[in-house]
């Protein structure tokens, strides 16, 4: 296997709405899969690149349905089977575009990973290792799971990514910013939303301006800080330049796992060796054909696809 990404934390069962409304009224429920890291990996390998996911799965069906519908996507997956049921979250639309997502997750199979499930030889041949704010908060196993993978990759000159990915409905923003401060000290990539970095920064409100943001996340150590800005783009300080991305203009359908996409983006160029500005153009890229299809992964393109963004006609032959 060529070196690619490896990436660890918990993937659930997806239920989504297939209508906006009060969930008392929607007639059905689409089954899909949904995880941040997994949406990472499968982002990543459809650009390409390689990616290896770590977790645990319950043993049962929606245990089944992620293992089948990552193996489908190429990503390779090390996930220990549990007596646990696999978590499941469920998305609603209680007004066209307002999304809620709520998560049945606790004692959940994904939430019993551990640093026994980092082995040391799958994350030291990767080149970049990408962890997200959202495993630390399912509890002390994954919290020790990421701290490892961490000191690992840096052990063996693997790249870091953290995306801060803050989930309120997790854990306590006092708690979640004191966390991911001392992971973000051993990152190399920092991606974050405006609101993320002004909790990391501890600033609230304060700093307004995101390239000011961008300098207080570099302060805690990572050289490449991404603000993720959604339809408003990018601000990322990059080895000292700072750069600056509009978004592509997209019709949005379904906003959830946009800021994946977008770390798919630029780290599946990041691996493949690309400058800067590709790297960051390839992520609004992703970005944007994340957000045109339901689903938090599955309109994510194929690197031959990226190009159809920019297409003059709305009919391709
Ligand atoms: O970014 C999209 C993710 O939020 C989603 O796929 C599920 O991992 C997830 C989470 O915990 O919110």
Known sequence: MTAGLVTLGETMGLLVATEAGPLYRIPALRLGVAGAETNVAIGIRRLGVDATWIGRLGTDEIGDLIERELRAEGVTTLARRENAPTGLMLKTMRTSDLVQVTYYRSASAGSRLSPDDIAEDVVARASVLHVTGITPALGPGPAAAVRVAVEL??????????????????????????????????????????????????????????????????????????????????????????????????????????????????????IAGQPAATRLATANATGAFAVTVSGDWEGLPRREELALLHATDNVVR
């Open 153 to 270: 990759a840096r052990a063996h000159g693997v790249l870091v990514s953290l995306d801060v990915n803050y989930r309120t409905a997790l854990w306590a923003p006092d708690v979640a910013a004191r966390t991911l401060r001392d992971l973000a000290r051993h990152a190399d990539i920092l991606f974050a939303s405006e609101d993320e970095a002004r909790l990391l920064a501890g600033t609230e409100g304060a700093v307004r301006d995101p390239v000011d943001l961008a300098r207080q996340l570099v302060a805690y150590g990572p050289p490449q800080v991404v603000i993720k800005r959604g339809r408003d783009g990018c601000v990322a300080l990059i080895d000292g330049q700072v750069h600056h991305c509009a978004a592509l203009p997209v019709r949005a359908v379904d906003p959830v796992g946009a800021g994946d996409a977008f770390v798919a983006g630029y780290l599946a160029d990041l």
